[in-house]
């Protein structure tokens, strides 16, 4: 099988990241410590989706399962903190570079 990748993780994540994603970065930065999180706070809406219908037509939807950290705190209505805050300017969204990603780049090159 080889070796297992001993380098640099970055995770973006951003307020739209939410769900399958949340569940994958709180994952990866478990299982390797070389993981770091760069970006803003996610949503905060990880787990199964649970789709109910009363009498009357009401239909309500809501998550239908607690996430947690391993050492117990909620990530629900919360979301996953970054380990490295970054939100881009206006300026950096008007511009032709991904600002997100070449943060990222930053932090692989220089550490910080």
Known sequence: MGDLYSGKIVILTDENTQSMGEWFTMMLRQFNANATIIGSQTAGADGDVKRLTLPGGYHFSFTGNGIFYP????????????????????????????AHLQRAMKYIREGK
Do not use: H, M, N
């Not at 970054?82 to 881009?88: C, E, G, H, R």
């Open 71 to 98: 050492d117990g705190r909620q990530t629900q209505r919360v979301g996953i903190k970054p380990d490295i805050y970054f939100k881009a300017s206006a300026k950096d969204l008007v511009g032709v570079e991904d």
